[in-house]
């Protein structure tokens, strides 16, 4: 059950840790290996697969940005699952070693059917008759489906125990520990901006100029790396035994406070079974209050206070998460139809050489590997000397400038994407690729703040037991950020239809889209969603269970208190 406030850690025996064997950065290296050779293999799929699934397979350009997002979306929902899992029965270890096969095996499929020509419609130029190409359908289509969704699974079930295990690795409750915890977050996202890296230089082009199959069978070749490398550090790893099902203490906190519900709060603080509180939600309270006559004891009537914290974190945190998820819809444009924009560019940097579309997107990745370490070395410390805290700034003020930054990459897409229809379509020129690079730029820094705050946030906010899956919230956040953007193509299209024309993406050539249209909606969507986390956040209070050196500490409505001060009494 979750809740205890003891740490617990064994090694892949099943033994007690040891401080001076177990755990630390040099356990957590290995872990951090699988983290950069993963999102190599994922992204160099993730991010090419419009051009798979529009050039190779013939779906239509909206239909193939909706796979796209789709595939992407599904990555991150699964990230509950392997949460679920790893938390509740199997632990990160071995939840990552059984998924990580199953990942490495949609790789695989997606090579063999990217290989051999029956597997795919016959050749046919979408862009110039796209109109006459057989799009693919029955047994190809299927094959295409089930190598993406084991992709799918295999990559959702390891991401958020990727993080968890990492973490793991150190302890929160020890100052040097917790200050090591924040430097790994940072590396982890180092780990993976390299992963990206080469996924979208390296793997692209090998994509571009090799063929899809060669470019999916390295990735699988990188999966299978990476996997040797988590199982490189089994003996230094400090696991965190599952508990059993983590739905069942929520369930029986809601139980016990609705049996409960007629219940005074009790002056007598032994009449509840612990001293850790918020003074929030309130209601959930009286689940943990024992009566005079001791007849409550069941745990569906009687709760530890613990038990009572975690549901309010739950509970909590959705305003939070719900914030990000538009940050996410951006990120899903970039990946889809900015590819496709790009397309449309100039690609040739010098004679002999062009840049793939695709391969834009690592440009902030570019930035952000010198980013990440000046961040780490310069501005934490800088930070942490002004404001006390561990991480500089809280993650929750991370997060806030992180989505105050993308809104302005949607407005550097709206803007060049005009001035790029109006060149082509009155001037007949055709602009460089490199005038789309300041959009990927913006929200890679964007990124840099955003998601490592949100994944720190959501680690630190959570008890004992539950690390996997509440870590597993934040790619949940990328997975309804992709749907959300299906259902914006799908809406917008309706919406903007016409007699004389489908939509403002109906179309399979950008020139006769509305593309800057819609990037300008995304634009002021953006702008919303922040000022509407501007006030979610503020009413937000930190879990009392973490250190002293952490946000609670400075936030004197998230500190830990007497009952007399939780109930007034």
Request: hydrophobic residues 45%; proline residues 4%.
């Amino acid at each position: 059950m979750f809740g205890s406030m003891e740490e617990v850690s064994v090694d892949w025996r099943g033994k007690p840790c040891k401080a001076n064997k177990h755990g630390g950065m040099s356990a957590a290296i290995f872990v951090l290996g699988l983290q950069a050779f993963e999102m190599m293999a994922v992204a160099a799929v993730g991010n090419n697969l419009i051009t798979y699934v529009f050039n190779d397979m013939h779906f239509p350009l909206s239909k193939s940005a909706n796979v796209v997002t789709n595939f992407i979306g599904t990555v991150f929902l699964l990230s509950l699952v392997g949460g679920f899992l790893s938390d509740s029965y199997l632990g990160s270890f071995w939840t990552m070693l059984v998924f990580g096969f199953v990942e490495l095996f949609g790789f695989v499929l997606l090579c063999i059917q990217a290989h051999v020509p029956q597997l795919r419609p016959p050749h046919c130029d979408m862009v110039s008759n796209g109109d006459h190409c057989e799009e693919a359908k029955g047994y190809k289509a299927i094959i295409l489906f089930i190598a993406l969704y084991l992709v799918a699974f295999g990559s959702g079930c390891l991401k958020p125990n990727i993080i968890s295990l990492g973490a793991d690795q150190f302890t929160r409750e020890n100052t040097k520990q917790s200050k090591k915890l924040s430097t790994y977050f940072n590396i982890a996202y180092f780990a993976f901006c390299m992963g990206e890296l080469i996924a979208l230089t390296l793997l692209v082009w090998v994509q571009t100029h090799s063929g899809m199959d060669v470019g999916f069978g390295i990735s699988a070749a990188v999966m299978g790396i990476g996997m040797i490398s988590l199982a490189s550090g089994t003996v230094l790893y400090r696991n965190k035994p599952p508990r059993g099902s983590i739905f069942t203490p929520i369930a029986q906190v809601l139980v016990a406070a609705i049996t409960t519900r007629k219940q005074i709060c009790p002056s007598n603080v032994e009449m509840l079974n612990n001293l850790l509180h918020t003074n929030k939600f309130k209601f959930l309270d009286k689940a943990c209050i024992r009566t005079q006559d001791g007849k409550n004891e069941s745990p569906w009537r009687l709760c530890t206070v613990s038990q009572v914290e975690q549901v309010k974190i739950i509970i909590s945190v959705v305003p939070i998460f719900a914030c990000t998820i538009i940050f996410n819809t951006i990120l899903a444009q970039l990946q889809t139809f900015s590819v496709q924009q790009g397309s449309t560019m100039n690609t040739k940097i010098i004679d002999g050489f062009e840049i793939p579309p695709a391969s834009l997107q690592s440009i902030p990745y570019i930035l952000l590997i010198f980013v990440v370490p000046l961040y780490e070395t310069v501005l934490v410390p800088t930070a942490r000397k002004i404001t006390g805290n561990d991480s500089g700034i809280t993650p929750l003020q991370r997060v806030g400038i992180g989505l105050f930054v993308a809104t302005f990459s949607m407005v550097s897409a709206a803007l060049v994407e005009k001035k790029r229809r109006v060149s082509a379509l009155h001037h007949d020129e055709t602009m460089s690729i490199f005038w789309i690079a300041p959009q990927f730029l913006i929200f890679g820094v964007s990124e840099m703040f955003t998601a490592v705050g949100l994944i720190e946030f959501f680690y630190k906010q959570s008890l004992e037991g539950m690390q996997s899956f509440l870590t597993a919230m934040t790619y949940c956040s990328y997975s309804f950020g992709f749907y959300l953007s299906s259902i914006l193509v799908s809406l917008v299209n309706q919406i903007t239809r016409s007699k004389s024309h489908g939509g403002w993406l109906s179309d399979n050539d950008l020139n006769k889209d509305r593309l800057d249209l819609f990037y300008w909606m995304l634009a002021a969507l953006s702008l919303i969603n922040f000022f509407n986390y501007m006030f979610c956040s503020k009413f937000f209070s930190y879990n009392p269970s973490l250190s002293n050196g952490g946000p609670c500490h400075d936030d004197p409505k998230a500190r830990q208190g007497s009952l007399e001060e939780v109930y007034d009494i």
